[in-house]
């Protein structure tokens, strides 16, 4: 009972306390009429789309126009109302600007955007399932498709820039017998694309990877997947289910390359096993194709692939690996290389860029370039690895050495075709890397594209 007389006691002290008030202190001073809205914004002579509900205002601008220095030269607000910018202020554009409008004690604030009239074929699909390979620079798209398809009806579906259009319209049976041009427009931006539709039965090239489709690869594995298909006539994409389930006809086949990059690396067998389940699924398919003289490419974390596949004598895997994340990927100051000694004749090694004095070194990349440093190569030594020379390495693995690292390991080897069986090819270095997250003019690092060309080249022809 004591608790409820005390809640009662101070009931009756507030309201006393309340009663005793005047009633001109309950007249709140605050001003709370004013409008905040913006009525219109030009910067230099681009009006802004205001939307009052979102409380954005969208400038568009040129597609090469500059950001950096625009100039507010109207600003209409509510009547009674100020701000945080004025007439004749310089705004850098290149991120959102807020401006903060305040009408007596009400205030809000507005995001201004700039939005360049960008005119871009981001995708495009064939009938849904056949991705195109887009070359910006050139503005064309090359679709590989199955000869099974009529190429007088097929179906585009198109991505395209914020608030761009294209013509033809997306979606809409096309004849692809011959190349197609697309015009694509957006405000005061305009681009013409042709895009050149290939039908493929039996593909001399392929290559290989995780996901079904080659818009799902990684930013490393889709440089590699694109250039391939730019440049190795005759190729298409193909996912490892593909493969196992004879959906893609290797008949006529000469190499499947598989370049396989996993963030944070994969280091060992059962690691890779782990990893890539669609890759020891396809096992299988891939030993009958390599048995009756195919032959393979096999770049970064692929390289475990030979053991899945019956072609390594002791069944063993690179068991030397590690990589960082292409997020966190380190700048290099200088080019970085690995070494040849032994094997400048070899037909992997023909016609690169090399440095002057250094005969035995091939550089891959350029200073500032982002590397993830993903290595999965041989450690040869009586410490640690099971290898305590090359000859004993050779023995037990039937591979041959072509390229080593600083300390000696093996970064790039091959299996000779035997009998019946084809070449396979294996480059594990970390140099070898196709995506920088910055974008680096390339001068060593062209020794990648060139050196992959000599990959196909001795692989297709032996």
Not at 50 to 63: F, G, K, L, M
Not at 129 to 152: C, F, M, Q, R, W
Request: net charge negative.
């Amino acid at each position: 009972m004591k608790t409820n007389i005390t809640t009662l006691f101070i009931a009756l002290i507030a309201f006393f306390a309340l009663g005793s008030c005047s009633n001109e202190s309950n007249i709140s001073d605050l001003q709370l009429n004013g409008l905040c809205s913006v009525d219109s914004i030009v910067l230099d002579n681009y009006k802004g789309v205001v939307d009052q509900a979102s409380r954005t205002i969208t400038v568009r601008v040129p597609e090469t126009y500059d950001v950096t220095n625009m100039t507010v030269s109207t600003l209409k607000v509510s009547a009674g109302a100020i701000c945080n910018f004025k007439e004749g202020d310089k705004l850098n554009m290149l991120t959102a600007q807020v401006l903060s409008v305040k009408n007596g004690d009400v205030f809000l604030d507005w995001t201004i955007n700039v939005l360049r009239d960008e005119a871009k074929i981001t995708s495009f699909k064939i009938n849904g399932t056949y991705n195109g390979v887009i070359d910006e620079a050139n503005k064309t798209i090359s679709v590989y498709v199955p000869n099974t398809l009529d190429l007088h009806s097929l179906i585009p579906t198109i991505g395209l820039s914020t608030n761009a259009t294209v013509s033809p319209s997306n979606g809409i049976a096309t004849d692809f017998s011959i190349p197609v041009t697309f015009t694509v427009t957006n405000n005061t931006a305009s681009a013409i694309y042709t895009v050149k539709v290939t039908a493929i039965g039996k593909p001399t090239a392929v290559f290989v990877s995780l996901p079904a489709s080659m818009n799902e690869l990684n930013s490393e594995e889709l440089t590699a997947c694109k250039w391939m298909l730019q440049n190795i006539p005759n190729s298409l994409y193909a996912s490892f289910a593909d493969i196992k389930n004879g959906t893609v006809d290797l008949s006529e086949c000469k190499v499947i390359w598989w370049h396989y990059h996993k963030d944070g690396g994969v280091d060992g067998k059962e690691a890779f096993e782990r990893s890539a389940p669609e890759a020891v699924n396809a096992a299988v398919a891939l030993r009958d194709y390599y048995n009756n003289g195919g032959s393979f490419l096999f770049t970064r974390y692929a390289t475990n692939m030979p053991a899945e596949i019956g072609a390594v004598a002791n069944n063993a895997a690179p068991n030397n690996c590690w990589g960082q994340n292409e997020a966190d990927a380190e700048k290099v100051s200088g080019p970085w290389n690995f070494f040849i000694q032994g094997h400048t004749s070899h037909p992997l090694f023909q016609n690169l860029i090399m440095k002057s004095g250094e005969p035995n070194a091939i550089y891959t990349c350029d200073a500032n370039y982002r590397i993830t440093n993903s290595t999965a190569q041989w450690h040869i030594g009586t410490d640690w690895g099971g290898y305590d020379n090359l000859n004993k390495w050779r023995t037990e693995t039937g591979a041959q050495d072509l390229a080593y690292g600083g300390d000696g390991a093996v970064v790039a080897w091959e299996f000779p075709a035997t009998g019946t069986k084809g070449k396979i090819l294996c480059i594990g270095s970390g140099c070898y890397d196709w995506y920088s997250v910055d974008d680096v003019p390339a001068f060593y690092h062209n020794n990648i594209a060139k050196m992959t060309q000599n990959a196909f080249n001795y692989l297709m022809n032996h």
